[in-house]
């Protein structure tokens, strides 16, 4: 199988990330194997750490499990996979642990006509400014430090083990600081590396407007009021070296209206770590039609740019606001993987255990796996999975394609704007579910490992439940 490398930078990097992760575990996936590599000076920022366990979980569970003709389950199906299998995901930066932007440009051993140019082009505050944090939305210190992952172990791992059929994606944004100057480095690097296949490979990326308000705080060196002002400057820079010399392929656009209420302030660390938006799911889903893309390895580049438009003009984005390309990759996987994890909220181990599709695999769905650690690593992920939504529908721009999820209301009746039908006294929500499973029990391979018959079995039934019952 061929490796779509995603690049991904900074914060907003990571961001998307997630939602890529969280749209391949319901389904969605691509021909690629999705090799994540994340460029972040700070480590510990709360949103790539958090992204990099959602990814080793999902991992684990992909390999938990096997995939071949004879099963039809695509939960988990699409391989990811860290560059050197450290599971850390991580593109590392060397020497910038610990020290000051001054300290890292070595300025005291300069000549003193080096160090007056260096005080004309950087302020007392980005000279002072800790590294561990990253570049506090600062592009010019961003373009000096970047210029070293090239240097890296892990990046020339990558640019050696780069054949052709291998893609390249790069997610980052233009109103802040490593996303801003790192993207055409980094695209730079590519279009000039001595391995052929890379030079000339199929690179898209998608450039995160501004999107999101961050609350006013006058001791942050961050304020949302230059988003606009930096994301200008840096289009304006784009325009002559990244998408008018000839080395992109596919450009993608995303932003929104941030005129509401902010996130918190912070400059990084861990409590940078912001709730899921929508936008960050629409750039994920760039990276899934840059991947369906018919590309080829060569050095004349036309850039195609794309856009995305909502049916309507909602702030609170339901499935029917989408277009019809949009709603064939995304609704029917999400929509499953949300009433699988509705049954299970509504539907405790000691039920599951007593049904029929259960007592007729008890050896392999009956108590013990229930209580297995397989079990609890999907659990896990399913809470994640689950918060991410409750994030975007909490958020502004706000998606909600879901009802809120309760013992009282019909599990097959949460996808907002759909209703089931069903036949004459049929038995309805996870009652229906319980049927079907028990129907469906006899289709599942004797050979199957328990966390591999649990997901084929539910992926069978809802895919037949929301193609019969909710016409997706």
């Not at 049927?435 to 018959?453: C, E, F, R, T």
Request: with cysteine; glycine share 6%.
């Amino acid at each position: 199988m061929s490796k779509l490398y995603v690049f991904a930078i900074g914060g907003s990097g990571s961001r998307v990330l997630r939602s890529l992760t969280m749209l391949l575990s319901s389904g969605v996936h691509t021909d690629y194997e999705i090799v994540p590599m994340i460029v972040d000076p700070d480590q510990s920022n709360g949103d790539l750490v958090r992204t990099v366990d959602i990814m080793r979980s999902y991992e684990n569970i992909h390999n938990a499990l096997s995939f071949n003709n004879n099963e039809k389950n695509e939960f988990f199906k699409n391989p990811i996979s860290a560059l050197n299998n450290d599971g850390n995901y991580l593109l590392p930066l060397i020497g910038t642990s610990g020290i000051s932007f001054e300290n890292y440009l070595s300025l005291s051993t300069m000549s003193l006509e080096n160090q007056a140019i260096m005080r004309m082009l950087f302020s007392n505050a980005n000279l002072a400014s800790d590294m561990n944090v990253g570049f506090k939305g600062n592009p010019n210190i961003g373009s000096i430090v970047l210029n070293q992952f090239t240097d890296s172990k892990d990046y020339n791992t990558f640019a050696t083990n780069f054949v052709n059929g291998d893609k390249v994606f790069i997610i980052s944004s233009i109103f802040g600081g490593t996303g801003a100057s790192g993207f055409p480095l980094l695209l730079k690097n590519m279009r000039t590396n001595s391995n052929t296949a890379l030079a000339n490979a199929p690179i898209g990326a998608v450039s995160l407007l501004p999107y999101f308000n961050l609350k006013t705080d006058k001791k942050s060196s961050i304020q949302a009021d230059s988003f606009i002002t930096k994301a200008k400057a840096a289009l304006n820079y784009y325009e002559k070296n990244v998408t008018g010399n000839n080395t992109l392929d596919d450009m993608y656009y995303l932003g929104d209206d941030f005129s509401a209420a902010g996130y918190d302030n912070c400059d990084g660390g861990g409590n940078q770590q912001n709730n899921a938006h929508l936008v960050e799911m629409l750039a994920a889903l760039s990276i899934i039609d840059f991947a369906g893309k018919q590309s080829q390895q060569n050095t004349v580049k036309n850039t195609n740019f794309h856009e995305f438009g909502l049916e309507s003009d909602s702030q609170s984005v339901m499935f029917a606001d989408f277009g019809i390309e949009t709603n064939n990759i995304i609704r029917k996987p999400l929509s499953m993987m949300a009433i699988l994890n509705s049954y299970l909220n509504n539907r405790d181990a000691s039920h599951r255990s007593s049904q029929k599709w259960a007592k007729d695999k008890s050896s392999i769905l009956g108590d013990s796996f229930w209580r297995s650690s397989n079990f609890s690593t999907y659990n896990k992920y399913k809470q994640c999975f689950e918060k991410w939504l409750n994030e975007m529908k909490e958020n502004h721009i706000s998606f909600e394609p879901f009802r809120p999820d309760k013992s009282s209301v019909d599990a097959l009746d949460i996808v907002v704007g759909i209703t089931p039908h069903y036949g004459f006294l049929s038995k309805k929500g996870c009652d229906y579910i319980d049927k079907k499973l028990s129907d469906n029990i006899g289709k599942i391979s004797a050979n199957l490992n328990p966390l591999q018959s649990f997901l084929e079995l539910f992926y069978i039934t809802l895919k037949e439940i929301c193609e019969n019952k909710l016409k997706l």
